[in-house]
């Protein structure tokens, strides 16, 4: 029997254990290894990932997994991997565990993907390259542009930091168990953008506030959201899913200056 059936996938984990290891080859080769010499693989599982990361010969080169059946997994196949960090990423403190540039790769976990995006979004300036394999829905939807209606929140704050790249899609049928739908590999690369040129924690705000009525135009979802001293934007009568990242930037600049602040 394989060895590896010694680790089961523990559905509250949202565990779908990769079984190709041609596609776990493509996966770990998408890291272009530029910029950055350390490398964080979320939730390794039963490592058939880990083995090509090794290969690529990285100098700082460490796993977290949360699945202490998968820890002792990966100490036990992976001997010379000596830095197994047992916890949940989530909760994981980046500025005080690493002090360098890193990229970050993995399998992701349906049901925390977005979570984890989130996260690598708050600590962009350490966080130059992220390659993962998320639900195929969700990929799409981070790589897609102005005019898609799979264009929202994510895709706009993500663009706003990161080249965004769909690479390629893999089938269900190559993990254990197999997930009800495809999933979809994507590799986002931090851009030159240093600052928006705005106020950045409204911008954000900007964005959820409009795409959380994404059927209404923004005159209707800016007013719900925020106090104006003025309602003549001249773009007021689009929807969100019709701007560009740099049209929500200039958009954030003019409720900043129109909006009634609180003291």
């Known amino acids: 029997m394989d060895q590896r059936n010694k680790v089961y996938p523990k559905k509250n984990l949202g565990q779908h254990f990769l079984k190709d290891t041609a596609i776990a080859s493509r996966i770990a080769g998408s890291l272009t290894g530029e910029g950055y010499n350390t490398v964080l693989e979320i939730g390794p599982g039963m490592g058939i990932l880990t083995g090509y990361l090794l290969e690529r010969g990285f100098s700082d080169f460490r796993v977290i997994e949360i699945d202490n059946e998968s820890v002792h997994y990966i100490k036990e196949h992976f001997p010379g991997l000596t830095n197994i960090i047992t916890g949940d990423f989530l909760s994981m403190d980046i500025e005080k565990v690493f002090d360098n ?6 399998n992701f976990p349906y049901n925390i993907s977005t979570q984890i995006l989130f996260k690598v979004l708050k600590h962009r300036e350490k966080v130059v390259e992220i390659t993962g394999m ?3 829905e969700v990929a799409e939807r981070i790589c897609a542009g102005p005019g898609s209606k799979t264009y929202g929140i994510l895709s706009v704050l993500l663009q706003a930091f990161y080249k965004t790249e769909y690479l390629f899609t893999v089938s269900e049928h190559v993990f254990s168990p197999p997930p009800k739908v495809k999933s979809g590999v994507i590799r986002l690369t931090r851009n030159d953008v240093m600052s928006l040129g705005c106020d950045e924690v409204l911008f954000f705000r900007v964005v959820k506030a409009c795409f959380n009525q994404r059927r209404k135009t923004l005159r209707n ?8 001293t003025r309602d003549d934007y001249h773009e007021f009568g689009l929807r969100p899913e019709q701007l560009s990242v740099e049209q929500f930037i200039q958009l954030t600049r003019w409720i900043d200056e129109n909006r009634i602040k609180s003291e």
Do not use: D, H, T, Y
């Open 101 to 106: 540039k890193m990229a970050i790769i993995g």
């Open 134 to 136: 998320l639900q195929k």
């Open 221 to 228: 979802s800016v007013r719900a959201a925020f106090e104006l």
